[in-house]
């Protein structure tokens, strides 16, 4: 079982892995998304200049399976450890999926944006809670403003949110722990570079990422079958 002492301050990175128990894909693995879906033709601002429609269908899609799914062990684990750390502990997530909150999770970090919220591509309207479907023959939906609402996803090619809160977090964190997720995607995949020599580092999932050799130790399993185990929850 992993010792936090009572001053210790903890960051979990999470990765679509810790959803996958959930039956929300994930992406590289065998049926992953990016084995159906050209990245570029969904998930650029390229892709959303081209074809907007074609873009929401693919977020549409992902709606429609995320608000079927449950949170698993792994997600009642994390929201458990929220409640005994407080704010000793920072959750940052890649994941877009609102599992972690529908677990009890109170502060999330969603550094790759939100599945259920939308947002004007012209604007600087703030991100709002959306849960349409806007599948072809649904016009692009408008802002007042005349610009094209988007999902609030970060897409390849944009700057990941809450970059400045997330490396204060990174700076403090005595345990770094990153779970369900593959390591090669920036700039979560060098954050445990990042706490090198400053923070114990840990990694959960079923096989090695592939920045495996930057971590002190790997706890190979399924997230809802280690962490619950590991956490002692
Ligand atoms: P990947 O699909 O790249 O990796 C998922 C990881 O989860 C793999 O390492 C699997 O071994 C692991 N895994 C599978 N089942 C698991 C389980 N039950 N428990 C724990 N781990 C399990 O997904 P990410 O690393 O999250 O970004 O991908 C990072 C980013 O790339 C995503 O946020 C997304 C994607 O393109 C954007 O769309 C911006």
């Known amino acids: 079982m992993l010792s936090i002492s009572p001053t210790d301050r903890m960051f979990i990175l999470c990765g679509a892995g810790v959803s996958a128990e959930s039956g929300i894909p994930t992406f590289r693995g065998v049926g992953g998304l990016w084995r159906n879906y050209r990245i570029e033709d969904v998930a650029s601002p390229d892709a959303w200049r081209r074809d907007p429609r074609l873009v929401w269908e693919f977020y549409s899609m992902r709606r429609k399976v995320a608000s079927a799914a449950k949170p698993n062990p792994a997600h009642f684990a994390l929201a458990k450890l929220e409640r005994i750390l407080g704010d000793r502990l920072f959750l940052c997530t890649q994941n877009v999926d609102n599992l972690h909150e529908q677990a009890g999770s109170k502060r999330v970090i969603h550094m790759h944006g939100e599945l259920f919220k939308s947002r004007c591509d012209t604007c600087h309207r703030p991100p709002f809670d959306d849960a349409n479907l806007y599948e072809p023959p649904t016009e692009i939906p408008r802002c007042p403003c005349g610009g094209q609402i988007r999902p609030h996803i970060c897409w390849f090619g944009e700057v990941p949110f809450a970059l400045n809160q997330i490396y204060a977090a990174l700076d403090d964190c005595a345990i770094f722990m990153a779970v369900g997720t ?35 130790e790997c706890h190979l399993g399924n997230a809802g079958e280690v962490l619950p185990r590991l956490l002692g929850l």
């Not at 445990?192 to 495996?212: D, F």
């Open 182 to 216: 593959s390591g090669v995607v920036e700039p979560a995949a060098s954050f445990v570079a990042y706490v090198h020599g400053q923070a114990r580092t840990l990694y959960v999932g079923p096989e090695h990422p592939a920045n495996v050799s930057s971590f002190t």
